[in-house]
């Protein structure tokens, strides 16, 4: 067992963490809340697709807001690798790894809400079909992206429940944030399982989701305010 004085570059890349980090929050809420929540009605492929052609740029605001915050996310990735490394280099290559295959699986998932968009416009090969079944397979496809969500949510949950540990080893960190995080990833882990596996009780998990809400507020806070100070301990 080593201890280990934090590094002054670690406490410029934890702060450097923070600000990505509010903006991960920021763009995740946002695309969430403003966009997705205000147009799309669920179970109702006409009155969604009225809403997204009546804000079209509201809907590309969307997928703009979210490939930024996969775009801080790969980057806050490595940072994290780079500050949680001499507690465990083992833990924080797997929090990175598992961090980074959401960021990869989210980033793909954005087709399916693009390709919402394109349906919708109804122009070229899309002419054979009705007006009913292109708000149809324009659902479908939003169908699609929100699963595919809750899919690349599996692999955050565990990179958070990593990073957690991480910060309850590291001696850097209130331990309340460590144990927050811990249980943010497993609600992130439960309500993705509970949506694939048991979709009926998806509804009893929602308010669950103030967890990771308030787990990752408060961490993104301690970084932008205090970054990374104390001693380490590692192996």
């Not at 929540?37 to 809403?51: F, M, R």
């Not at 490595?78 to 989210?106: D, E, G, H, I, N």
């Not at 479908?140 to 899919?151: C, I, K, N, V, W």
């Not at 990073?163 to 609600?187: D, E, T």
Request: charged share 10%.
């Amino acid at each position: 067992m080593t201890t280990r004085i934090a590094p002054a570059p670690q406490i410029s890349y934890a702060r450097t963490a923070g600000i990505l980090y509010l903006i991960i929050i920021v763009c995740g809420l946002f695309s969430e809340i403003f966009v997705r929540q205000s147009l799309i009605v669920a179970g109702d492929p006409t009155a969604t697709a009225g809403n997204i052609l009546a804000s079209i740029g509201l809907f590309r605001i969307g997928f703009a807001a979210d490939s930024i915050m996969l775009l801080a996310d790969v980057a806050i990735a490595v940072l994290f690798y780079v500050v949680f490394r001499p507690v465990s280099q083992t833990l924080s290559l797997m929090a990175a790894a598992f961090r980074l295959t959401q960021a990869s699986v989210l980033g793909f998932n954005l087709l399916n809400y693009h390709q919402a968009l394109l349906v919708l416009d109804g122009s070229g090969y899309m002419g054979v079909f009705t007006t009913g079944q292109l708000n149809s397979l324009a659902m479908m496809f939003l169908d699609s992206h929100s699963h595919g969500y809750d899919l690349g949510l599996l692999f955050f949950g565990l990179s958070t429940i990593v990073l957690g540990y991480l910060v309850l080893r590291s001696g850097n960190f209130p331990r309340l944030l460590g144990f927050g995080l811990i249980a943010a990833g497993l609600v992130y882990l439960t309500g993705s399982y509970v949506r694939f596996l048991a979709p009926d009780y998806v509804s009893l998990v929602a308010p669950a989701y103030l967890v990771p809400v308030l787990a990752e507020v408060s961490f993104c806070v301690w970084l932008l305010a205090k970054g990374v100070s104390g001693r380490q301990t590692g192996r």
